[in-house]
């Protein structure tokens, strides 16, 4: 499992945890999904937005004026 950091242009961030999985539509509006075993090794991009899915949530996080995003191996 995996802990999700934002950060926006304006210091404001989201955090989320436990993340196993992450969706997103690539630049032609494909979708891509990420796997917890692809997680850690994989590019995410700034300019679409991610849903993140744990055992128990489903999460969204926007990309307008986000500026860097963290992913941390949960242990």
Do not use: R, W
């Not at 999985?21 to 509006?29: E, L, M, N, R, S």
């Amino acid at each position: 499992m995996f802990k999700f950091q934002f950060v926006y242009g304006d210091k404001s961030y989201l955090e989320f945890e436990n993340i196993t999985k992450v969706k997103y539509a690539d630049i032609i509006g494909e979708e891509i999904i990420v796997l917890e075993n692809e997680i850690l090794e994989h590019k995410f991009p700034l300019n679409a937005d991610l849903y993140l899915f744990s055992k128990n949530s489903n999460n969204t996080a926007s990309c307008n004026n986000l500026k860097t995003i963290s992913v941390i191996k949960e242990e």
